[in-house]
């Protein structure tokens, strides 16, 4: 499928002088943050993702900062279906808050992430919805207010309830879990990690040719247990409760458990991962959905964003936004 790319470039005609391209014939959207002197493009670009599926081939304005926001306004603002509505933010932890590292033991949050994600909170409702265990991310988010979801939503908590999805495949879990300690054992760099409701092979260190072995291990195991699922990430396999869950369920289910279902609620998710791409098809008639990737790539999201840096650009704007 085809997305707006929005590109915010820098003109070299003078410091007041700015254009903006809006442009529907690229794959994935790449959102720049660049903070000018007027601080306008933050805005702008804000506006632009809040636009919510606006249909148009392409805008280009090119303003003085002495009427930018009368020219701009008058093109675009008639178009924008924000105003008047609510807005909540999911985000996924590993990749789109922290950069992906070699060892998920050593992804730790920010102190600067953390304090936007506190702002951002305090404004909107926020969810992290996480590969990891309940426990674990909410240990290293260390944040109150915040709606925590572990095992791609298998396990869910927030402010007076609690949601365990798969819970009668637990004993299929830990068989499953025994049976592939023996064969990535034997792999250098495999890691074996187990969450409540997923187990996760992690390849990340393993070397290329010792990456057939482990992927027929855990096929082998996933073959044997029909009650689990497989699902690829990045560098790693993970086996799931079979049932019809995921995290875009996940996410509708939120949205009617913190009574976030009306249709003047806007969801925003970010992330970065397969399992991600589950939300972004679930929220596609009534949300934003933004893509965590250095690369081009294949998506249901409509935007995108680099890397956490950029993430944390956007959120803190975001943030301010919302005041």
Known sequence: ?????????????????????????????????????HGCITFVTIVTLLTLFVKHDSVSTRA?????????????????????????????????????????????????????????????????????????VRRRVDLDGIVYAGSHGFDIAGPGFRREMGADYLVDLDMAEKELH?????????????????????????????????????????????????????????LLPAIEWDKGKAVMWLLEALALERENVRPIYIGDDSTDEDAFRALKERGVGILVSEQPQSTAAIYSLKN???VEGFLRQLSVFFV
Not at 118 to 126: F, I, K, Q
Request: with cysteine; net charge neutral; proline share 4%.
């Open 1 to 37: 499928m085809f997305v707006r790319r929005i590109e915010c470039e820098r003109q070299s005609i003078g410091d007041d002088d700015q254009a903006i391209h809006v442009n529907n014939s690229q794959k994935v959207t790449s959102v720049t943050w660049l903070q000018w002197k």
């Open 64 to 136: 003085r900062s002495g009427d930018r926001w009368a020219q701009w306004s008058g093109r675009c603002l008639p178009r924008l279906r924000w105003r008047g509505k609510r807005f909540a933010v999911f985000l996924d932890y590993d990749g789109t808050l922290t950069p992906i590292v070699d060892h998920p033991e050593d992804a730790w949050l920010s102190d600067s992430m953390r304090q936007v994600l506190r702002e951002l909170a305090a404004r909107v409702p926020v969810a992290i919805l996480s590969g990891r265990d309940l426990d674990d």
């Open 182 to 238: 023996e064969p990535l054992d034997e792999i250098s760099g495999a890691q074996l990690e187990r969450k409540r409701f997923s187990i996760a092979a992690h390849y990340r260190n393993v070397t290329e040719n010792d990456v057939p072995a482990l992927t027929q291990a855990v096929e082998a195991v996933a073959a044997r247990h029909r009650e689990l699922r497989r699902i690829d990430g990045k560098k790693v396999f993970e």
């Open 308 to 310: 956490p840096a950029e």
